[in-house]
Nanobody
Framework: QVQLVESGGGLVQAGGSLRLSCAAS????????MGWHRQAPGKQRELVAR???????NYADSVKGRFTISRDNAKNTVYLQMNSLKPEDTALYYC??????????????WGQGTQVTVSS
């Protein structure tokens, strides 16, 4: 079994910054892609940013130039640095990871979510 634990959410004023962290633990042989999704009330979950094991990244257009995703493979941890936050960034942010187990089976796991609220 694999657990993903997020931290770093909170309440911030528009223009401020937050850094989210997500640590994976459990039966992990390796991790392929890791990423962050978000879901605002009444909206579908959307991809925010994703990073491969080799460090390639992609971002939603709405966050390009403001958010930066990174990872520490030794710690099985992914980060999301969020700058110049806007009220429309308010959402529940979920961490996801494509984990490979000892039998070379890949499964996607999700964290429980961390709330980000940006006030105007």
């Amino acid at each position: 079994q694999v657990q993903l634990v997020e931290s770093g959410g909170g309440l911030v004023q528009a223009g401020g910054s937050l850094r989210l962290s997500c640590a994976a633990s459990g039966s992990i042989f390796s991790i392929n892609g890791m990423g962050w999704h978000r879901q605002a009330p009444g909206k579908q979950r959307e991809l925010v940013a994703r990073i491969t094991s080799g460090g390639s990244t992609n971002y939603a257009d709405s966050v390009k130039g403001r958010f930066t995703i990174s990872r520490d493979n030794a710690k099985n941890t992914v980060y999301l640095q969020m700058n110049s936050l806007k009220p429309e960034d308010t959402a529940l942010y979920y961490c996801g990871a494509d984990v490979v187990d000892g039998k070379s089976v890949t499964r996607r796991y999700w964290g429980q979510g961390t709330q980000v609220t940006v006030s105007s």
